[in-house]
C-alpha cells in the first residue's frame, strides 16, 4: 500500500516537470518572474499532495480493516499498534536516531581519554537533502546547459541589463539630459534661470559670492573676463569637468545635465550686473567668437539672452562692419 503512495507522487513530480520547463520556455516571460503565477503553482501543489496523503490515509486505513478481518478469521486477535502522530513517525524515519538506552550496541571499541564514538547512521533527512541536490543538480545541468530549455544565469543578467538600460533611457528621454558642452543652448525662460539660481544659492555661493561676484575663493561670474572662456559650451564644460587642481570641482555627478544647463544659463544672465564688492577680473577678456569685434560694445545685461546666439549675432555685426 505504502507503493501506492510511492507512485502517486512520482506522478505528482513527473507531472510538475513539463509545467517548470514550458513556463521557462524562451521567449516567454519568465513564469518564476510572476508573482501570482507562483502563488497559483504553489497552492495546486500543496492542494495535490494533500489530495495525496487523505488518499493515502484512506487506503492505509482500509488496509487495517482488512488486516484485522484476516487475523480474525484465523482467529488471531489483532494487537493494538502503538498509537503514533504522524510527526512522531517522521522525526523517526528522519533521525533513525537509537534511543540512549539501546546505545550500547552502536558503541564502538576504540576510547580516547574517556570519549567513545556511537556508530550511528547517517541521519536519512541528512541524506534525503544529499541525494535531492543530486537529482537538482543533474536536471539543472540538463535544462541549462544541455536542453538549454531555460536562460543561463549570464543570460538572464544580460537581459536584465538591457532592461534596465532601457529603462535608463526611457528616463533619460524624459527629462532632457541629453545636453552635453557641445549642444547646449542658453535657455532664457524665467523657470529655468530661477532653477538655475536655486541650483546656483545651493552649491555655489561659498566659492563664487552669493551674487556670483567671487570672493577669495572663486572668481567673479559676473564680468566678461574668464579663465575658462565664456560661451555656455565653456560654462558648461567648467561646471561638468571642474578645474580640479584649482578648486573648482566636478559637477557632473551631482547635476543631471540639465540642471548644469540651467545654472549655466543663469550664470550668463549675471552678466555686467555690477555687484557690490566684485573680484577684479581674472583671465582673458571674453569676445563672443570673432576676434574683429573688438569695437563691439562689451555686452550689456539685455544682451546676454543673446550668448547662445553668438554666431548669428557675430554674423549680423559682420554684415553691418561691411556695409
Ligand atoms: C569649493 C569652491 C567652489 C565651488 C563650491 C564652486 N566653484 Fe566654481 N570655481 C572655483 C574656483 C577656485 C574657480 C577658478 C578655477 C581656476 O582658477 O581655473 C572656479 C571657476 C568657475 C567657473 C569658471 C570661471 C571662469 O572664469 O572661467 C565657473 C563657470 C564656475 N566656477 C561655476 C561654478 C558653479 C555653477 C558652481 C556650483 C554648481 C561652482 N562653480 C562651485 C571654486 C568653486
Redesign the pocket.
Known amino acids: 500500500m505504502k507503493n501506492i503512495l510511492h507512485r502517486l507522487i512520482a506522478l505528482w513530480a513527473v507531472l510538475m516537470v513539463p509545467m517548470f520547463v514550458s513556463a521557462q520556455s524562451p521567449g516567454t516571460h519568465l513564469f518564476w518572474e510572476d508573482t501570482i503565477g507562483r502563488l497559483v503553482l504553489i497552492i495546486a501543489a500543496l492542494v495535490l499532495l494533500s489530495a495525496l496523503v487523505s488518499v493515502n490515509r484512506l487506503f492505509s486505513a482500509v488496509r487495517k480493516m482488512e488486516q484485522r478481518r484476516i487475523l480474525q478469521e484465523q482467529g488471531i486477535e489483532p494487537a493494538d499498534e502503538p498509537d503514533e502522530s504522524w510527526w512522531q513517525r517522521f522525526v523517526k524515519a528522519a533521525t533513525q536516531a537509537v534511543p540512549v538506552s539501546q546505545e550500547q550496541d552502536v558503541v564502538l571499541e576504540h576510547e580516547y581519554d574517556g570519549i567513545r564514538e556511537l556508530d550511528n547512521r547517517l541521519p536519512p533527512w541528512w541524506l534525503w537533502m544529499f541525494y535531492a541536490s543530486i537529482i537538482f543538480g543533474v536536471l539543472y545541468y540538463l535544462v541549462l546547459h544541455v536542453f538549454a530549455a531555460a536562460p543561463s544565469l549570464e543570460e538572464e543578467y544580460e537581459k536584465n541589463m538591457e532592461t534596465a538600460q532601457a529603462a535608463v533611457a526611457a528616463y533619460k528621454a524624459t527629462q532632457a539630459d541629453n545636453v552635453d558642452e557641445n549642444n547646449v543652448v542658453a535657455l532664457l525662460d524665467a523657470e529655468s534661470i530661477n532653477h538655475g539660481k536655486d541650483?546656483?544659492a545651493a552649491?555655489?555661493?561659498?566659492?563664487?559670492g552669493s551674487m556670483g561676484e567671487g570672493n577669495t575663493?572663486?572668481?567673479?561670474?559676473t564680468d566678461e573676463?574668464?579663465?575658462?572662456?565664456?560661451s555656455i559650451g565653456?560654462?558648461f564644460g567648467?561646471?561638468s569637468n571642474?578645474?580640479i587642481?584649482?578648486?573648482?570641482?566636478s559637477?557632473k555627478e551631482?547635476?543631471r545635465p540639465v540642471e548644469?544647463q540651467q545654472?549655466?544659463s543663469?550664470?550668463l544672465s549675471l552678466q555686467g550686473t555690477n555687484p557690490p564688492n566684485a573680484k577684479a577680473p581674472?583671465?582673458e577678456l571674453w569676445k563672443p567668437e570673432s576676434t574683429e569685434n573688438s569695437a563691439t560694445p562689451p555686452a550689456d545685461s539685455t544682451a546676454t539672452g543673446d550668448m547662445g546666439d553668438q554666431k548669428s549675432a557675430n554674423e549680423n555685426a559682420d554684415k553691418a562692419s561691411d556695409e
Do not use: A, D, R
Request: with cysteine; net charge neutral.
Open positions: 541650483i546656483f552649491n555655489c555661493v561659498p566659492c563664487h575663493i572663486g572668481p567673479n561670474l573676463y574668464w579663465l575658462h572662456g565664456g565653456n560654462i567648467t561646471i571642474g578645474v587642481e584649482k578648486g573648482m570641482q559637477w551631482m547635476l548644469i545654472v549655466s543663469y550664470i581674472q583671465g
